[in-house]
C-alpha cells in the first residue's frame, strides 16, 4: 500500500512514527512551510518536518494546497490512501484522490468535539471520558464517516499535558488498526449523523481570553480551565499585588475545597506552605504556578521568595 502521510505537531509524529517501525510504505509526507518563530524569530521547522528528515522521508511542504503543480504532484505519486493528524483544511480535490479515500485522526469521540481543540475542551468541560477516532475525510470538517473508535477515561489527575500523550500515543495504534482492516477489507463506516444528539459538544479554537480566571465562576469549573489548558496555554489570574501593581498569574496545578472564607477574588495563605483563591462557592488551591516574568514553581518554593 502506498500512503501518503499528512500533518505538522509533535501529536502527528507518534502515528508517522508507528507507520515507519511497522514497515509501511510512506512515500511522501507533506507538512507545513517554515516559519519564523520566537523572539529571534529563527525559521523553525515543524515536528513532522524533523521527524522526516531525521529518517530520510520524502518531503512536500506547500503553501497553498489548491496549487497546479503540488496537485499533479500527487496526482505522479498515486498513493492508495492518505492519513490526516493535526493538518490543516484539505480541498476536495486532495482528500478525494486516493481510491481509499483520506483517512484522518482526531482526538475525541466524534461527533463530539469536533473542532480545534477537542483534548483541551473535554477537559475544560469536566468529561471523564474522551478518546481518538479515525474516519474517511469529506466536505464538512471532522463528519466524515468513522472507521473505529478508542474510548479513553480522564483521570482526576489528568491535563491536557497528560491526555495529549495518553491520546497521541493510543491514536497511532488506532491509525495501524485502521490500516489493517482497509487492507483486508474488514470495516463497515458509520454516518456521523446517526450518532449526533441534541447534546453535541464543540471544540472551537483557543483564545486568550478563555484563560483568564473569573472567580465568581463555580470552583469546579476554574479546576477543569486550568486542568484544560495546563500546561499551554495556560490558565492565568489577574491581580493588584502589594505595590498596587497589575500582575499576572498562571497556574498550572490545583485542586478544590468547598470552603469559602472570603469574597470572591481574595486571597488566603501562610505565606509558607499554602495559597489559596476564594471563588463563588468555595477555595481554590494553588499547587503550581509562574508570576509573571518569573519561573515555573511549587507553591512552597514560590512562597519563600513572594509574599502576599
Same mark, same amino acid.
Given at each position: 500500500?502506498?500512503?501518503?502521510?499528512?500533518?505538522?505537531?509533535?501529536?502527528?509524529?507518534?502515528?508517522?512514527?508507528?507507520?515507519?517501525?511497522?514497515? *509501511?510504505?510512506?512515500?511522501?509526507?507533506?507538512?507545513?512551510?517554515?516559519?519564523?518563530?520566537? /523572539?529571534?524569530?529563527?525559521?523553525?521547522?515543524?515536528?513532522v518536518k524533523e521527524y522526516a528528515l531525521q529518517n530520510n522521508l520524502?518531503?512536500?511542504?506547500?503553501?497553498?494546497?489548491?496549487?497546479?503543480?503540488?496537485?499533479?504532484?500527487?496526482?505522479?505519486?498515486?498513493?492508495?490512501?492518505?492519513?490526516?493528524?493535526?493538518?490543516?483544511?484539505?480541498?476536495?480535490?486532495?482528500?478525494?484522490?486516493?481510491?481509499?479515500?483520506?483517512?484522518?485522526?482526531?482526538?475525541?469521540?466524534?461527533?463530539?468535539?469536533?473542532?480545534?481543540?477537542?483534548?483541551?475542551?473535554?477537559?475544560?468541560?469536566?468529561?471523564?471520558?474522551?478518546?481518538?477516532?479515525?474516519?474517511l475525510l469529506k466536505h464538512e470538517i471532522d463528519t466524515g464517516n468513522?472507521?473505529?473508535?478508542?474510548?479513553?477515561?480522564?483521570?482526576?489527575?489528568?491535563?491536557?499535558?497528560?491526555? *495529549? *500523550?495518553?491520546?497521541?500515543?493510543?491514536?497511532?495504534?488506532?491509525?495501524?488498526?485502521?490500516?489493517?482492516?482497509?487492507?483486508?477489507?474488514?470495516?463497515?463506516?458509520?454516518?456521523?449523523?446517526?450518532?449526533?444528539?441534541?447534546?453535541?459538544?464543540?471544540?472551537?479554537?483557543?483564545?486568550?481570553?478563555?484563560?483568564?480566571?473569573?472567580?465568581?465562576?463555580?470552583?469546579?469549573?476554574?479546576?477543569?480551565?486550568?486542568?484544560?489548558?495546563?500546561?499551554?496555554?495556560?490558565?492565568? *489570574?489577574?491581580?493588584?499585588?502589594?505595590?498596587?501593581?497589575?500582575?499576572?498569574?498562571?497556574?498550572?496545578?490545583?485542586?478544590t475545597e468547598k470552603i469559602q472564607n472570603l469574597e470572591a477574588g481574595?486571597?488566603?495563605?501562610?505565606?509558607?506552605?499554602?495559597?489559596?483563591?476564594?471563588?463563588?462557592?468555595?477555595?481554590?488551591?494553588?499547587?503550581?504556578?509562574?508570576?509573571?516574568?518569573?519561573?515555573?514553581?511549587?507553591?512552597?518554593?514560590?512562597? /519563600?521568595?513572594?509574599?502576599?
Amino acid at each position: 500500500m502506498r500512503i501518503i502521510f499528512l500533518g505538522t505537531p509533535d501529536f502527528a509524529v507518534a502515528t508517522l512514527d508507528a507507520l515507519v517501525q511497522n514497515k *509501511y510504505n510512506v512515500i511522501a509526507v507533506i507538512t507545513a512551510p517554515d516559519k519564523p518563530a520566537g /523572539r529571534g524569530q529563527e525559521i523553525k521547522f515543524s515536528d513532522v518536518k524533523e521527524y522526516a528528515l531525521q529518517n530520510n522521508l520524502p518531503l512536500l511542504q506547500p503553501p497553498n494546497l489548491k496549487d497546479e503543480l503540488f496537485v499533479e504532484h500527487l496526482k505522479f505519486l498515486k498513493a492508495d490512501l492518505q492519513i490526516v493528524v493535526a493538518f490543516r483544511m484539505l480541498p476536495e480535490k486532495v482528500w478525494n484522490m486516493p481510491p481509499l479515500g483520506t483517512m484522518n485522526l482526531h482526538g475525541s469521540l466524534l461527533p463530539q468535539y469536533r473542532g480545534a481543540a477537542p483534548i483541551n475542551w473535554a477537559i475544560i468541560n469536566g468529561e471523564k471520558t474522551t478518546g481518538v477516532t479515525t474516519f474517511l475525510l469529506k466536505h464538512e470538517i471532522d463528519t466524515g464517516n468513522i472507521l473505529f473508535q478508542k474510548e479513553v477515561e480522564i483521570t482526576n489527575d489528568d491535563d491536557f499535558g497528560t491526555m *495529549y *500523550y495518553k491520546l497521541k500515543t493510543i491514536g497511532a495504534g488506532l491509525v495501524l488498526k485502521s490500516i489493517e482492516k482497509i487492507i483486508a477489507n474488514d470495516y463497515k463506516p458509520i454516518t456521523q449523523e446517526l450518532l449526533e444528539t441534541s447534546q453535541l459538544k464543540h471544540a472551537p479554537k483557543l483564545t486568550k481570553e478563555l484563560g483568564k480566571i473569573n472567580c465568581e465562576n463555580d470552583v469546579e469549573d476554574i479546576h477543569n480551565l486550568i486542568r484544560g489548558l495546563a500546561p499551554i496555554p495556560c490558565a492565568y *489570574y489577574d491581580f493588584i499585588d502589594a505595590k498596587g501593581k497589575s500582575t499576572q498569574l498562571k497556574i498550572y496545578k490545583s485542586s478544590t475545597e468547598k470552603i469559602q472564607n472570603l469574597e470572591a477574588g481574595k486571597f488566603i495563605t501562610d505565606n509558607k506552605t499554602f495559597l489559596k483563591l476564594s471563588c463563588t462557592n468555595g477555595n481554590l488551591l494553588i499547587l503550581e504556578l509562574q508570576l509573571q516574568g518569573k519561573k515555573r514553581m511549587k507553591i512552597d518554593e514560590f512562597l /519563600r521568595g513572594y509574599k502576599f
